[in-house]
């Protein structure tokens, strides 16, 4: 399979806005246009690396297994699935495909979604890092 991808680093909450305290709303609101302006209909990918407090590993797998639930469920999104790290189990990485921005969208409004930060902010140890890809074009040969 053959993917165009172009990788665009957005600095946004993972799940919040009380994820990412250094996000102001002017901040978010504006990054979150300039992707949207800059993205045509096209395919999206999220991955979410986070790093979890290891007396929580736990708690965060049974949050996260709600979040996993319901956004597999979205009309637009073709997977969501969170993979923890064989070698330091305090290592999680959520890898989501989307039909389209408009999908995503749909997804960061969720009421789920939004509940979800809140629920992180005990259970990881740093800021999660993130990349939303846009791809351009796939091939299945």
Same mark, same amino acid.
Request: hydrophobic letters at 40%.
């Given at each position: 399979m %053959?993917? %165009?991808?172009?990788?665009?680093?957005?600095c946004l909450c993972l799940i919040s806005s009380g994820y990412a305290n250094?996000? @102001?709303?002017? @901040? !978010?609101? !504006? !990054?979150?246009?300039?992707?949207?302006?800059?993205?045509?209909?096209?395919?999206?990918m999220i991955v979410a690396k986070l790093s979890v407090k290891p007396e929580k590993v736990k708690s965060f797998i049974e949050a996260a297994k709600e979040m996993i639930q319901k956004s597999n469920k979205e009309p637009g999104c073709k997977s969501y699935?969170?993979?923890?790290?064989p070698y330091d189990n305090n290592k999680f990485v959520f890898v989501e495909?989307?039909?389209?921005?408009?999908?995503?969208?749909?997804?960061?409004a969720s009421d789920y979604f939004k509940a979800f930060g809140p629920k992180m902010n005990d259970l990881?140890?740093?800021?999660g890092k993130i990349k939303i890809i846009t791809v351009d074009k796939e091939e299945i040969k």
């Open positions: %053959k993917a %165009k991808l172009l990788i665009l680093s957005f250094s996000q @102001t709303p002017e @901040t !978010s609101k !504006s !990054s979150a246009s300039a992707m949207k302006a800059s993205v045509p209909d096209k395919g999206m699935q969170l993979y923890q790290d495909e989307y039909k389209n921005q408009a999908a995503v969208d749909a997804h960061f990881v140890a740093e800021p």
